[in-house]
């Protein structure tokens, strides 16, 4: 099963009746070096990059509209057999029919990674990490202006998290039973355990007894569940949390770990000084590796411990500012049995039904740049638009709608232009490029791919990134509670009345 057949299975027993449209563009694998940037030496990962996009229709003659996306990075550590999954960005428009489909979605897709009998990578140990932080908007631009769309508040989007992740672990376990080990871990920075349990329990109560505890802390402490990343010392000085906290874009963690490598005083980032090199008798220039010194950045990090990490990582602007935001990780170790008659595929072999690096990023900056989705009709725009770009794109279009000029070709080739649905968004915040170390940006890998890169057709369009499906269940009950990303689903309003004073007898 591919991830777009999962997911739609995922959607099929929403309540209600209405229809669902689904893209999914998942990259090939390329190599990829700053997962651990700074460990010595650094493992061998490949990277593959997913955007899920998924529109509704209410009716069948209703036009499609978006409303819920998910990306994701997908990481492969052959050295450790272990992969790691960070879920970057969820969002929704606000414009979906009540219940949202978003968790039902983000479930599907969580389950599709952490089951060993569907996931893309031949791995024993799969690491899921997650940022939870309350945002307007993430992937649909100017949707927060949309009347329809509630936000979650910071407690409620970590509760939220909490839940999801809980249902999908307890279902794995169902479906594995006693042959793996699941791990949860949840720390909510600048609250005691306590603080962070009760405030997350009185949005969403857990049961009295569940198959996978959670655990508070972080979980680079654990021995059940390798981690992904291992040097040649692990266990000896030479281990830092370089080798144990995996570096994502726009992640906190990632950030505070920079400032704790190249900070080396209160003036501010310096590049380590220039070694200089040993002169033998001979007059020959040669470095003596009894007298090398460590790097500022390694040095940096092995001062402080991973429980001092965390501490400080409590003080952080990010966690400090006025919101309470969240680090949920899933470990699960599922040990598959070895072939040793059967070769195992290069990690760089495209797989059927992946894209192109290069046209993930061109539909992603499509979607962040030039279209937006305050009204609903602006997104039913934007969802025509973009829908017909990535079909375009697979059919070997080279040149596909430009959204941000407004201009959609009509029936006979000429274009003609749609007033007053120009957007003007600005491009959106970017985590800025890794630091430099000794003057030099962090180790790229430059060897070619002897893979060539895949090249989509329209047939790889409808066997792996475009589905549809229609349900046609029973209405949700009344008192359905509200998940995110609802529009239809309007909160119960209390009319208060008045009550009369009887009348006494005089």
Not at 171 to 198: C, H, K, S, W
């Amino acid at each position: 099963m591919n991830l777009r057949d999962a997911l739609l299975a995922g959607l099929a027993k929403l309540p209600g009746t209405r229809g669902f449209h689904l893209h999914v563009l998942t990259t090939s694998p390329r190599k990829h070096s700053n997962l651990y940037p700074f460990a010595v030496p650094r493992p061998k990962t490949y990277l593959h990059e997913v955007l899920v996009l998924l529109s509704e229709q209410p009716t069948p003659d209703s036009p499609r509209i978006f409303v819920s996306a998910i990306e994701a990075s997908l990481y492969h550590v052959p050295s450790t057999s272990s992969a790691v999954l960070y879920v970057s960005k969820v969002d929704s428009t606000g414009q979906a029919k009540s219940p949202s489909p978003t968790p039902a979605l983000v479930r599907a897709f969580l389950a599709y990674y952490v089951n060993p009998a569907t996931r893309p990578l031949s791995v024993d140990h799969l690491w899921v990490h997650l940022f939870a932080r309350a945002q307007s908007q993430y992937l649909f631009p100017n949707s927060a202006e949309f009347p329809g769309k509630r936000p979650l508040t910071d407690i409620k989007l970590c509760a939220w998290w909490k839940r999801q992740f809980t249902t999908v672990a307890e279902d794995l376990v169902t479906q594995v039973g006693e042959i793996g080990r699941t791990r949860l871990f949840y720390m909510l920075p600048g609250l005691q355990e306590f603080e962070a349990f009760n405030s997350l329990e009185r949005v969403y109560p857990s049961k009295s007894t569940t198959s996978v505890p959670w655990i508070y802390g972080h979980p680079y402490s654990q021995i059940d569940i390798p981690l992904p990343c291992t040097s040649n010392g692990s266990a000896g000085k030479s281990r830092h949390i370089g080798h144990d906290i995996p570096w994502f874009d726009d992640d906190p963690k990632a950030r505070f770990m920079d400032e704790i490598a190249y900070t080396i005083d209160s003036e501010g980032v310096k590049s380590p000084a220039r070694k200089r090199p040993r002169t033998d008798h001979s007059g020959s220039d040669k470095k003596d590796p009894a007298s090398h010194k460590e790097e500022q950045p390694t040095k940096a990090l092995k001062k402080v411990s991973i429980e001092e990490f965390w501490e400080r990582m409590s003080f952080r602007q990010e966690c400090i500012a006025g919101a309470v935001t969240g680090f949920f990780v899933m470990a699960i170790s599922n040990p598959t049995p070895k072939n040793p008659t059967r070769s195992e595929p290069s990690p760089l072999a495209p797989q059927p039904g992946q894209v192109s690096p290069q046209m993930l990023k061109r539909v992603l900056s499509s979607l962040m740049t030039g279209h937006e989705f305050p009204s609903v009709e602006r997104a039913i725009w934007s969802t025509r638009v973009l829908e017909e770009s990535i079909k375009g794109l697979c059919d070997g279009l080279k040149t596909v709608p430009t959204p941000g000029t407004g201009l959609t070709p009509d029936e006979s080739g000429r274009r003609t232009p749609e007033p007053n649905l120009a957007p003007t968004t600005l491009a959106p915040p970017q985590t800025p490029p890794p630091r430099l170390t000794n003057n030099r940006r962090p180790i790229i890998d430059v060897s070619p791919n002897p893979f060539p890169e895949p090249i989509t057709s329209l047939e790889t369009y409808n066997s792996y990134i475009y589905g549809s499906l229609t349900v046609s269940n029973p209405d949700p009950p009344r008192n359905d509670s509200a998940e995110i990303g609802d529009s239809n689903g309007k909160p119960a309003v209390t009319v208060l009345t008045a009550r009369k004073k009887p009348r006494t007898k005089p």
